[in-house]
């Protein structure tokens, strides 16, 4: 982790105002975050205060600071009835979450990354989107990425790490059965069946899952019928 890097964040304090005081929750397309990340509405006359809020901050003073929420893009691997499972190895660069297994890949949004882009002219939702395909490419070998779908919002402030982030949460369907790592942060990655995985089979690798995955699995299988 470098401390001194920007990442893209929110004010908790706005998020309670607008949102409310949730515990561990997955938030399906909810309107007031649509609406906020909705890159026209920045020309709006009335502003609501979510969709003014986003701020880059460096990570060292946000990383364990509960006033202020890092957005991590969180995406879903799809292909035939499968999704892509990892486990996080020994040099993940979050530490909390090593040897867990995961159904999301996820990354912070940093402003390096983007250059010179303006947060009120390319809106939100562009940085985040943009952010989601980098993360995986860096992270797997992997299949042309097809269909995106948005399924919602995460929080989920049990544990020291989703008390400070908030995941925007999408499915990209994926051409090809390809899936190796490709980053020394993942020590194994595989396709599991989706039926099975939402069935018994999830009862035993929830054990073994981050946080944010085993609210997500719950709410995968919507976005296909499945």
């Excluded at 009335?46 to 969709?51: A, D, E, G, H, M």
């Excluded at 999704?83 to 660069?93: D, F, I, K, V």
């Excluded at 299949?143 to 790490?161: C, D, E, F, K, Q």
Aim: charged share 25%.
């Amino acid at each position: 982790m470098d401390p001194d890097e920007q990442i893209l964040c929110i004010p908790k304090s706005v998020w309670d105002d607008e949102v409310g005081d949730l515990q561990d929750s997955f938030l399906p397309g909810h309107r007031w975050f649509v609406d906020y990340f909705r890159p026209e509405d920045m020309q709006d006359q009335l502003v609501s205060p979510l969709k003014a809020a986003g701020q880059w901050k460096l990570r060292g003073e946000v990383e364990h600071n509960p006033d202020w929420l890092q957005l991590i893009p969180y995406c879903v691997l799809e292909h035939a009835g499968q999704y892509a499972l990892y486990r996080r190895a020994e040099a993940s660069g979050e530490k909390r979450l090593t040897g867990k297994v995961s159904i999301g890949v996820g990354g912070h949004v940093r402003k390096s990354d983007f250059g010179q882009d303006v947060l009120a002219v390319r809106g939100i939702e562009g940085f985040l989107d943009t952010e989601s395909e980098r993360e995986i490419q860096e992270e797997f070998k992997v299949g042309l990425l097809a269909n995106r779908i948005h399924l919602g919002w995460i929080y989920a402030p049990s544990t020291p790490v989703g008390r400070v982030h908030v995941g925007m949460v999408s499915i990209y369907e994926v051409a090809g059965g390809l899936l190796e790592p490709n980053s020394d942060e993942i020590s194994e990655a595989w396709w599991a069946d989706a039926q099975r995985l939402r069935g018994g089979d999830y009862r035993v690798m929830a054990q073994q899952m981050e946080d944010w995955s085993q609210i997500v699995l719950g709410h995968v299988g919507e976005a296909f019928g499945r």
